[in-house]
């Protein structure tokens, strides 16, 4: 087989439970997959695995589907699309779950167990008195014809149970190498339950082997599942596919990130004002790094550059600092006029604009958000920074700024400046530059002493974006007005 060959069947899927929001640690598995994919020219489906009835609901699975499309993880089969395989939600793959059990009951891969819960608890908690793991002490597994109808007359309903053979059971991870496990510490397992819902090994494997996927791309959460389901491809008599384990992401603290290391959905982060490709790029760099060791890639260089060489078996630290540097790097990077997009539900939940945002105010809009761009880590912070630009009055509360307009030269200082910009012409950046440099020359002082008494009688504060900027894009008469005010406060 030519290498084209084998790379054009490539198929993964990411099969999250809807269980909640997208957390970061799935989606990081579904960019894995996502990655592989589409470096591969293979396929990418999306599973959902809603088998686990009190856990699952519907509404998750929209949030899900939202998010990933945020990230920008377009899928080639799966719920909402459909595709050869499906349906693509595993509540609605019952009948074939059924029809894979019947046929290892029929070949004897699998027995019905009468079992009642309470049974199996005390049986478990017998095992565990005695000092041994528990499992399935195989009570049913080989009933005769009476006793079976007895139980059934008691009313009891049947699960189904595997047979697992004797045998060692290798997993030759493609991240981790062969993994050895002895099928003794196994135990039948149940792959149907009574109510005639698949367990998560079960359908897991009738839905790989049915919808054809290749290559098992998950958490190593996962892996004491793996040698369950090989049995399951064994029984059957399928070929196996490829299982990569990739790690888990752990918080700062090396234990699995969880809601105790702070926000861990991609909804968290997607509501605070990230951007898709930086996060995607952060994610990608956990557990995988190209081979030049570069940071800052895009998503069509990740494309190229993703092999599953590259991931190590070490598991990655959740870096909130490493996050924000790479998403102020996109943020700096990012198309302006998509920026301001992006920022105005930000600056309208602060009250600072009210939408529909377009023509001329867009475009100022967009001076604004350049202005403030190089100093934000995320979106939500930008009403903080972008603030100065709205509104006539300004408040200066700051003790350093107030000091400064208390200092006796401030008014020759501001009278100045309005004096010359009142006649300033043209109005525009390199103008305004010009002007400043000017100012400490004729009042013989300081450029420090010169400007800072007119930053904080614009912006309120000591610090912010360039000068020549903030009076751009405040405007003359805008700017003027909050000179003549703080003239007023400091006289
Ligand atoms: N539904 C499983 C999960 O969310 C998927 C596991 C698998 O990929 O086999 O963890």
Request: glycine letters at 8%; one cysteine or more; proline letters at 5%.
């Amino acid at each position: 087989m030519t290498e084209k060959d084998t790379t054009e069947k490539v198929r993964v899927r990411f099969a999250p439970s809807p269980t909640g929001h997208l957390h970061i640690g799935n989606a990081h598995t579904g960019l894995f997959n996502w990655l592989f994919a589409r470096h591969n020219g293979g396929k990418f489906i999306l599973r959902i695995e809603d088998t686990d009835l009190e856990r699952s609901y519907a509404e998750s699975e929209k949030l899900i589907l939202e998010d990933l499309k945020w990230l920008g993880l377009d899928w080639d089969e799966g719920v909402d699309i459909g595709g050869p395989y499906g349906p693509y939600r595993q509540t609605e793959r019952l009948e074939l779950y059924r029809q894979y059990a019947q046929r290892l009951l029929d070949e004897g891969h699998a027995y019905l167990c009468y079992c009642t819960p309470e049974e199996l608890e005390m049986e478990r908690k017998a095992a565990l008195d005695r000092g041994e793991a528990p499992r399935y002490g195989g009570r049913c597994r080989e009933l005769t014809e009476a006793r079976r109808a007895e139980l059934e007359r008691q009313g009891r309903r049947p699960a189904v149970r595997f047979r697992v053979p004797d045998e060692v059971i290798v997993v030759n991870d493609l991240i981790r190498g062969p993994i050895e496990f002895d099928s003794k510490t196994i135990g039948d397992f149940v792959i149907m339950k009574c109510d005639g819902v698949p367990t998560y090994n079960f359908a897991v494997v009738v839905d790989d082997v049915h919808m054809k996927i290749t290559h098992i791309i998950r958490a190593d959460e996962h892996v004491a599942n793996t040698p369950r389901q090989i049995l399951l491809y064994e029984a059957l008599g399928l070929p196996l596919p490829k299982f990569a384990h990739i790690s888990m992401i752990l918080g700062p603290d090396r234990t699995k990130l969880s809601k105790r290391h702070g926000a861990t959905s991609v909804f968290h982060y997607r509501q605070a004002g990230y951007l898709p490709d930086a996060v995607v790029n952060y994610l990608a760099l956990l557990g995988w790094s190209p081979e030049n060791g570069e940071e800052v890639l895009t998503r069509e260089e990740l494309v190229k550059q993703f092999s599953l060489d590259r991931v190590g078996k070490s598991p990655a630290v959740f870096d909130i600092a490493k996050l924000n540097w790479l998403n102020g790097v996109y943020i700096r990077q990012a198309d302006l006029k998509s920026l301001t997009g992006m920022a105005i539900p930000y600056l309208k939940n602060a009250g600072l604009v009210s939408e529909p945002v377009t023509g001329e105010r867009f475009d100022w809009l967009m001076d604004v958000v350049d202005s403030v761009r190089g100093y934000l880590d995320n979106l939500s912070q930008i009403p903080e920074h972008a603030g100065v630009f709205f509104g006539d009055r300004i408040d200066i509360d700051d003790g350093k700024a107030r000091k400064i307009i208390s200092d006796p030269e401030t008014s020759r200082v501001l009278n100045l400046f309005i004096k010359e910009l009142e006649s300033l012409e043209p109005f525009d950046r390199e103008a305004i530059h010009t002007m400043l440099l000017k100012m400490p020359a004729q009042l013989g002082l300081s450029v420090r002493k010169t400007l800072m008494p007119v930053r904080v009688a614009l912006t309120g504060t000591t610090a912010g974006p360039e000068l020549p900027n903030v009076i751009f894009i405040l405007g003359r008469d805008r700017s003027i007005g909050r000179a003549r005010q703080a003239l007023h406060a400091c006289s």
